[in-house]
Nanobody
Framework: QVQLVESGGGLVQPGGSLRLSCAASGFPFISYIMSWFRQAPGKERELVAVITSFGGSTNYADSVKGRFTISRDNAKNTVYLEMNSLKPEDTAVYYC???????????WGQGTQVTVSS
């Protein structure tokens, strides 16, 4: 069955770094646009970063540009989010998303908590 399993979240001090991973299985990973979303308490889920199927194009929310980097390893069916210079406002549950616009398939992971606090 389809699975997206996030890992790498945790507690980090302001200015620190974390690397999130999302391991995918059960669908043709290479055919899917992969994204990271986040949801802070009391707020709507927001798009953080997106990467196309072969990694040729990426896009970021303005709030994370220059600090976060999305990448993917199609041989390992894994997408990553490298987060640097973390701020308290980055605190949220981070979700991995896989989307195939041709078929309409849309999958979500269970989320991983990122807390930025001193």
């Amino acid at each position: 069955q389809v699975q997206l399993v996030e890992s790498g979240g945790g507690l980090v001090q302001p200015g620190g770094s974390l690397r999130l991973s999302c391991a995918a299985s059960g669908f043709p990973f290479i055919s899917y646009i992969m994204s990271w979303f986040r949801q802070a308490p009391g707020k709507e889920r927001e798009l953080v970063a997106v990467i196309t199927s072969f990694g040729g194009s990426t896009n970021y929310a303005d709030s994370v540009k220059g600090r976060f980097t999305i990448s993917r390893d199609n041989a390992k069916n894994t997408v990553y989010l490298e987060m640097n210079s973390l701020k308290p406002e980055d605190t949220a549950v981070y979700y991995c998303n896989a989307q195939n616009r041709r078929t309409g398939s849309d999958y979500w992971g269970q989320g991983t908590q990122v807390t930025v606090s001193s």
